[in-house]
């Protein structure tokens, strides 16, 4: 399975972006799909997460900004991110695995594979 993250860049505070993860996985739709980001001198943490059905999971710090959503016609999975602030900043990794339960949808090593990253930056 390979992933292949794409979508970063340099914005402003307050602007938007959207991240996408393309899938090389024909059973795309049955694989739970997430988002984390690694800031400088920072551990790796969990941003967003959906399921094979579709249901979200966000942290506090991006719910109500941030859209996780796919497509699995596509086998690509998305971040909409609005309103950005400079704390955003980080680089960006999509991870997928065929079977996360549910008390480990926020940890990073329960995902088998990971895409190479994509760096945001948001300008104060």
């Known amino acids: 399975v390979q992933l292949q993250a794409s979508g970063g860049g340099l914005v402003q505070a307050g602007g938007s972006l959207r991240l996408s993860c393309a899938v090389s996985?024909?059973?795309?739709?049955?694989?739970?799909m997430a988002w984390f980001r690694q800031a400088p001198g920072k551990e790796r943490e969990f941003v967003a997460v959906?399921?094979?059905?579709?249901?979200?999971y966000y942290s506090d710090s991006v719910r109500g900004r941030f859209t996780i959503s796919r497509d699995n016609a596509k086998s690509t999975v998305y971040l909409q991110m609005n309103s950005l602030k400079p704390e955003d900043t980080a680089v960006y990794y999509c991870?997928?695995?065929?079977?996360?339960?549910?008390?480990?949808?926020?940890?990073?090593?329960?995902?088998?594979?990971w895409g190479q990253g994509t760096l945001v930056t948001v300008s104060s």
């Open positions: 996985e024909h059973t795309f739709s049955r694989y739970t």
């Open positions: 991870a997928a695995d065929g079977g996360v339960i549910l008390s480990s949808l926020r940890n990073a090593q329960a995902y088998d594979y």
């Open positions: 959906i399921r094979s059905g579709g249901i979200t």
